[in-house]
């Protein structure tokens, strides 16, 4: 396989499947929110085994100030190696898992993996979960069906 064939395939849209959905920025009425979409860090994780191969790539995660540091190596069919590295501060559930793969994912992302952050999608109906909020199922539907007419084509 080429490197622009591993790139092309690295850098394919993610699965309807595999896009995770939650409310981000909220009305001050908590009513409606902006989405944020994302795939996790397992996801990412699997789409580096399936075109690299598990031995073909690694990452190392180390403590910084504020959070995690991730760096992603590479090792392309022709030996090149390729590193990208990026950073990530806490989450608010779990601060150390969550800065890991927020780092891990970045560094997937500057690797060539989609960013599905880039996708603009407006506000939608929210309603309360537990402490917390979640899109109403009508909400869920249309966010989906807007991400799949987006730029970033969902894969079938």
Do not use: H
């Not at 993610?14 to 979409?37: F, G, H, N, Q, Y």
């Not at 690797?111 to 909020?133: I, N, R, T």
């Not at 109403?136 to 991400?147: F, G, N, W």
Request: charged share 25%.
């Amino acid at each position: 396989m080429t490197n622009q064939e591993i790139f092309k395939l690295l850098s394919s849209p993610w699965p309807l499947s595999e896009v995770r959905i939650r409310p981000c920025t909220l009305t001050k009425d908590k009513t409606r929110a902006v989405p944020a979409l994302y795939v996790n860090a397992a996801a990412m994780r699997a789409r580096l085994d399936e075109v690299l191969g598990f031995s073909s790539w690694s990452a190392e995660l180390r403590e910084v100030k504020g959070g995690m540091l991730c760096r992603l190596t590479v090792v392309l069919p022709c030996g090149r190696v390729v590193v990208r590295e990026d950073v990530c501060g806490p989450s608010d559930v779990d601060p150390l898992k969550g800065s890991a793969s927020g780092a891990f994912k970045r560094a997937a992302v500057a690797l060539g993996l989609p960013d599905l952050s880039q996708v603009a999608l407006g506000w939608f109906a929210v309603e309360p979960a537990g402490s917390s909020f979640r899109f109403t199922k009508s909400s869920e539907e249309a966010i989906r069906s807007v991400y799949a007419r987006s730029e970033l084509k969902v894969a079938a």
